[in-house]
C-alpha cells in the first residue's frame, strides 16, 4: 500500500537530488561501517552506550534517504540495502533531531575516517532541506531571518554598530591620551579592511578597540565599514547556500566599493571558514582581492616590527583552544601558536589538539538552539576534562562563538579559568609606541627565532607511488617543504623494490597505474606482517562510481583488508595532503609547540 506523503516531506525530497552533489554521493556511498569514527565524536563519548550519537549511525539515517531515491540498490530491493524514506512531518522532526541537535559539524569523525567520508558536509545538507521546509530550531529561523533582513546575525542595528564604533575611538583616545587614534569607517583606497562579528558590537565591543589600537600602533592604513560588516555567516550553519552567497557577498561588493587591498577577517572559526573559503563558491565569484585572519596580521605586525609587545604582561598559564572551523576546516594551526609564543610567558598545550580536538560543543550554530542546551553540556564534559588537564588558568581562542561555547561550560563544570580572544592578549601585552607608519624596525631575537617555520616532517621518510609524474613531483614539493626525505616510485613493482630496501614511515598510493595496480601494492603489503602496519594513503583520481573496474572500497571488502589510513581524491588540495600525513604521523612525532 502506497503511504501519504505530507506536502513538507514531498518538498524535501524533490529538492534532494539538487543537493546531493558528486562529493556529497561519494561519502554517502562509501562507508564500510568500520566503526573508526564513532569515538571521535564528544557525543559519543559523553554518552556511552547510546548509538544513537555514534556519527556511522547519524550518517545512515540520511543514507537511507539516499539508497531510497537516489540509488538504484534502494530502488531494486530497498529492505536489503536498508532504503527507507519519509513521509510525515513527525519523521523530518526525529531527523532535525538528529542534525542540528546530535552533530556540530566539527567533523572530528571526518577527518578520521579512512574512506573519506565527510559526515559533517552531508550533515549540513540534510540541515539545508530541512531549513528549505521550515523544519528547524526556532534560535536558527530567528538568526538567518535577522541575517537576511538586518544584514547581520545579532540583528545589530546600524545605528548601534556606528555609535559603538564611536564609543570605542572615544575609549581609545582617552586611554592613550592620544585624539589621533581613530577607527575610520568607509574610508577608501585602504590597504586593510576589517570585518568583524556582531557579537563584537553587542556583547565585547572592546574587542574592537584592542583590533583599533593594534592597527593604529602598526601604522595601518585601515577602515572599518557602514555595511557589510558581518563577516560571520549562518549560511553554514543551517545548509541554505543561498543566504551563505548573499552574507558573504555583501562583504565582498563593501570591499570592492571602497577599493580596499585585502580583507581582514577578525577571530571566528565559522566567519572566516564561510567568507575566506566557502563565500566565493557559494557566490560563485571569482574575487581579486586576498583575504586574511587577524591572526596572521597581528603576527606579521610584530614579526615585520610594526608594533612592540612585552610578554611578561601575560603571565598567567594560558592554553589554546582550536576552533574547528578554523584548525580541522581551513588548516589554522601553527599560527595561533606562534603568535602565543610571542606574547604570553607560560603556554600550555592541549592534548588533543590541532586537527584532533575536540569542538567547544557550540559549535555548528548550537549556541542558537536552546532546546538542546542540556544536550551540549553533557556532552561537554569532553572538553571540560582538556581544559582541567592543561592546569592553565586561560583558554585562549580565535572565535567568538567558541568564545561562548567555553564560557558556557567552564560555568557549567565549575573550572577556574576565564577565556580570552588572541586580541585580548596581543592588547594586553602592546608596548605603545610612536606610530611606526609601515616601516620595519629591528626584529627582537625571539621574535626571529619564532618566526622561522618548523620543519614538521623533518625525520620521516615517505614513499609517493604513483604513475604520473607531475602527481609525484607536486606531492614532492609539499613532502620536502616540510623536511621529509622522499622517494618515488613510478609503478607498483618499483615501489615493492624501494620497499624491499628501507621502509618509509608512510605511502602515497595511487590505485591506476600501468603493469600492477595500486589494489595489487596494497593486498601485497596487508597480508606481508614486514608491511602490514605501513600506514597508506591512497590518492586517486578516480571516484568509485566513475571507475567500476577499480572499486578500490570493495575490493578492500571483499578481501577481508583493513582499510586505508587515508583515502583523498585527485585533484589534490596540499593543505589536506599534508594536514592528513602530519595526523597519520602525529602520534609519533613531537608536535612541536
Ligand atoms: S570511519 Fe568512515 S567508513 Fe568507518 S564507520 Fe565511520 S564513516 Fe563509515
Ligand atoms: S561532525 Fe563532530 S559532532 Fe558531528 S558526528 Fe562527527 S564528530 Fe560528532
Request: some cysteine.
Amino acid at each position: 500500500m502506497q503511504l501519504e506523503r505530507s506536502e513538507k516531506a514531498a518538498i524535501f525530497l524533490e529538492r534532494l537530488p539538487q543537493k546531493v552533489n558528486r562529493q556529497i554521493m561519494l561519502s554517502l556511498e562509501a562507508c564500510v561501517h568500520c566503526g573508526l569514527c564513532t569515538d571521535r565524536c564528544h557525543y559519543v563519548l559523553a554518552n556511552p552506550g547510546d548509538v544513537t550519537y555514534a556519527p556511522a549511525y547519524k550518517a545512515d539515517r540520511l543514507r537511507k534517504l539516499f539508497k531510497a531515491h537516489m540509488d538504484w540498490t534502494g530502488r531494486i530491493a530497498p529492505w536489503w540495502v536498508g532504503a527507507r524514506s519519509v513521509y510525515t512531518d513527525a519523521e523530518l522532526e526525529e531527523l532535525k533531531d538528529t542534525v542540528f541537535g546530535k552533530c556540530t559539524n566539527c567533523r572530528r569523525c571526518s577527518v578520521n575516517c579512512p574512506m573519506g567520508v565527510d559526515m559533517a558536509t552531508f550533515n549540513r545538507m540534510a540541515r539545508g532541506l530541512l531549513v528549505h521546509v521550515g523544519v528547524m530550531p526556532e534560535g536558527v529561523s530567528h538568526v538567518a531571518k535577522d541575517q537576511w533582513e538586518i544584514g547581520n546575525q545579532m540583528g545589530v542595528l546600524n545605528e548601534e554598530y556606528l555609535d559603538t564604533l564611536t564609543w570605542m575611538e572615544e575609549e581609545l583616545q582617552d586611554e592613550y591620551g592620544d585624539p589621533n587614534i581613530k577607527i575610520p569607517v568607509d574610508k577608501p583606497d585602504c590597504d586593510v579592511m576589517y570585518t568583524i562579528n556582531p557579537r563584537e558590537v553587542k556583547y565585547d565591543p572592546r574587542t574592537i578597540a584592542e583590533a583599533a589600537a593594534i592597527f593604529h600602533f602598526a601604522g595601518e592604513s585601515w577602515t572599518m565599514s557602514s555595511a557589510g560588516w558581518d563577516m560571520t555567516n549562518f549560511g553554514l550553519f543551517n545548509g541554505d547556500d543561498e543566504l551563505g552567497a548573499a552574507v558573504a557577498g555583501r562583504v565582498y561588493d563593501t570591499l570592492e566599493r571602497l577599493r580596499a587591498k585585502k580583507l581582514v577577517i577578525s577571530e571566528c572559526g565559522h566567519g572566516f571558514r564561510s567568507t575566506r573559503c566557502e563565500g566565493p563558491n557559494w557566490g560563485k565569484r571569482q574575487l581579486g582581492f586576498p583575504m586574511e585572519s587577524a591572526i596572521v596580521t597581528m603576527t606579521n605586525y610584530i614579526q615585520q616590527g610594526r608594533i612592540r609587545v612585552d610578554k611578561s604582561k601575560n603571565t598567567v598559564p594560558v592554553t589554546y583552544h582550536d576552533s574547528c572551523n578554523l584548525a580541522r576546516s581551513c588548516g589554522i594551526f601553527e599560527e595561533p601558536r606562534a603568535l602565543l609564543k610571542l606574547i604570553v610567558s607560560d603556554f600550555r598545550e592541549m592534548y588533543p589538539n590541532r586537527a584532533e580536538n575536540f569542538c567547544c560543543t557550540g559549535g555548528g550554530g548550537a549556541m542558537s538552539m536552546s532546546e538542546y542546551t542540556p544536550r551540549r553540556l553533557q556532552s561537554a564534559r569532553i572538553k571540560a576534562e582538556q581544559l582541567k588537564a592543561t592546569g592553565a588558568k586561560i583558554v585562549a581562542t580565535s572565535c567568538h562563538n567558541c568564545v561562548d561555547g567555553l564560557y558556557d561550560l567552564i560555568r557549567h563544570y565549575k573550572l577556574d579559568m576565564e577565556v580570552k580572544l588572541l586580541v585580548n592578549l596581543v592588547a594586553n601585552a602592546l608596548v605603545p609606541t610612536e606610530k611606526i607608519a609601515g616601516k620595519a624596525v629591528p626584529v627582537p631575537a625571539a621574535v626571529e627565532a619564532a618566526r622561522a617555520p618548523a620543519k614538521l616532517l623533518a625525520g620521516y621518510k615517505i614513499l609517493v607511488v604513483d604513475d604520473e609524474p607531475d602527481v609525484r613531483t607536486y606531492l614532492r614539493s609539499i613532502f620536502q617543504e616540510q623536511g621529509a626525505e622522499v622517494v618515488e616510485a613510478p609503478d607498483a613493482r618499483q615501489a615493492m623494490r624501494s620497499l624491499l630496501s628501507g621502509k618509509p614511515h608512510l605511502m602515497t598510493l595511487d590505485l591506476i597505474m600501468p603493469h600492477k595496480t595500486g589494489d595489487w601494492l596494497y593486498w601485497e603489503l596487508r597480508k606481508d606482517p614486514n608491511f602490514a602496519d605501513l600506514p597508506i594513503v591512497i590518492i586517486t583520481g578516480y571516484a568509485r562510481m566513475e571507475a567500476p573496474g577499480v572499486d578500490f572500497h570493495k575490493f578492500i571488502a571483499e578481501k577481508n583488508l583493513p582499510p586505508p589510513e587515508a583515502f583523498i581524491e585527485k585533484p589534490i588540495q596540499p593543505e589536506m595532503v599534508l594536514d592528513t600525513v602530519l595526523k597519520i604521523l602525529g602520534s609519533r612525532m613531537s608536535l612541536q609547540v
